[in-house]
């Protein structure tokens, strides 16, 4: 079960914090990874972060923005948004993938939360 917190209302240029906790034993075989879905837009990778490798990912309109890092001790993923943008508007979800293989931690997510609502006004 994937649960998200944090996201709200916020002017462009500032910065929010979700948060996703994975409930379970072995988080630690899990990516992470954050998307978006924009009104009237398909939802999008935002960042991805392995689990069972040093490697992280972002969107090229997020990158030196947007920070993900997870923490094993208590099974939460975090993205700290910076310099928001008010494209940056919309539901963020959370979701997990299963790695069978060393770094697999693109691809297709399959355990989704239930989203947040992010809204950048200008």
């Known amino acids: 079960q994937l649960v998200e917190s944090g996201g709200g209302l916020v002017q462009a240029g500032g910065s929010l914090r979700v948060s996703c906790v994975l409930s379970?034993?072995?988080?630690?075989?899990?990516?992470i990874g954050w998307f978006r879905q924009a009104p009237g837009k398909e939802r999008e990778p935002v960042a991805r972060i392995s689990g069972s490798a040093p490697f992280t990912d972002y969107a090229a309109s997020v990158k030196g923005r947007f920070t993900i890092s997870r923490h094993n001790a208590n099974n939460t993923v975090i993205l700290e948004m910076n310099s928001l943008k008010p494209e940056d508007t919309g539901v963020y979800y959370c979701?997990?993938?299963?790695?069978?293989?060393?770094?697999?931690?693109?691809?297709?997510?399959?355990?989704w939360g239930q989203g947040t609502q992010v809204t950048v006004f200008s």
């Open positions: 379970g034993p072995t988080f630690n075989m899990y990516a």
């Open positions: 979701a997990a993938k299963r790695e069978f293989i060393y770094g697999d931690y693109l691809g297709n997510y399959n355990y």
